[in-house]
């Protein structure tokens, strides 16, 4: 006989996403380890310049499919991690009222970050159709800036001598 209980569906279809999450981010992390690690150490030559790590990034970002892999990674990374929290919360925490406090929060600081992850992806696709004049330290050095990411974000004015 079949259990039909919505709620064991439910557990079901999270233990199966997290399993699915962790499978997945094996493939995932192997494509990252080899693109960071050791493919070129990550940069990307571009002619006359020094692509240096966040601009290697920027670059890989520039691709819809470098993109669309950033943001699985990220989404199966917070899926994985949140949904074992939750699970080490259910077992050491028996009062009811504490653990629906604990997982609310989970699920509060996981939509948190997967918003900010987001806004670095989407923010970065901004950056790259509209590229702000590089800042006169990077200019000197001939390299694709990292401060065009601070800037972007305003952390403060970088083109003062």
Do not use: D
Not at 13 to 32: E, K, M, P, Q, T
Not at 35 to 49: A, D, L, N
């Amino acid at each position: 006989m079949k259990n039909k209980n919505p709620r064991q569906k439910k557990l079901a279809a999270g233990w199966f996403l997290g399993r699915a999450s962790g499978l997945l981010l094996v493939l995932l992390l192997a494509v990252h380890f080899t693109v960071i690690h050791f493919e070129r150490g990550g940069q990307e030559k571009i002619p006359g310049r020094s692509a240096g790590f966040h601009g290697a990034v920027f670059l890989r970002l520039s691709h819809p499919l470098w993109w669309v892999f950033y943001a699985v990674f990220l989404s199966a990374a917070l899926y994985h991690g949140f949904y074992g929290l939750r699970g080490i919360a259910a077992e050491y925490i028996r009062r009811e009222r504490l653990l629906a406090s604990i997982r609310a929060g989970l699920l509060a600081a996981s939509i948190a970050l997967w918003a900010a992850g987001m806004l670095i992806l989407v923010n970065s696709q901004l950056l790259l159709a509209n590229p702000p004049a590089l800042c006169y330290k990077c200019h000197a050095r001939g390299s694709i800036p990292s401060c065009r990411a601070i800037r972007f974000f305003g952390f403060g004015a970088i083109n003062k001598k």
